[in-house]
Nanobody, 124 residues
């Protein structure tokens, strides 16, 4: 099993930056893809970004391209999400997921384990 703990969320103003951290424990994540999803109030959870096991491949939701960057440090079993130029519509609970395979996953079904989430609130 993989345990995931997200941190780094908070209340910021539009245009600010945040870096989310997903610290993992248990089974090593060095051979599996990882991802970030988010869920806004009264909306379904949606894909934000994914990264392959080596970090060589990344993909992003259209709404965050050019503003968010996903990265990982396999030596530390940690995944990051750098969020720049934040907008009020980025407000959501952000979840980190550990995938079922080494590649990129774009849907909930591609992930076996999830963290508890971290709240990001962007004021206008």
């Amino acid at each position: 099993q993989v345990q995931l703990v997200e941190s780094g969320g908070g209340l910021v103003q539009a245009g600010d930056s945040l870096r989310l951290t997903c610290a993992t424990s248990g089974r090593s994540i060095s051979r599996i893809g990882m991802g970030w999803f988010r869920q806004a109030p009264e909306k379904e959870r949606e894909f934000v970004a994914a990264i392959s096991w080596s970090g060589g491949l990344q993909n992003y939701a259209d709404s965050v391209i050019g503003r968010f960057t996903i990265s990982r440090d396999n030596a530390k079993n940690t995944v990051y999400l750098q969020m720049n130029s934040l907008k009020p519509e980025d407000t959501a609970v952000y979840y980190c997921g550990a995938g079922r395979t080494y590649g990129l996953g774009y849907t909930d079904e591609a992930y076996d384990y999830w963290g508890q989430g971290t709240q990001v609130t962007v004021s206008s």
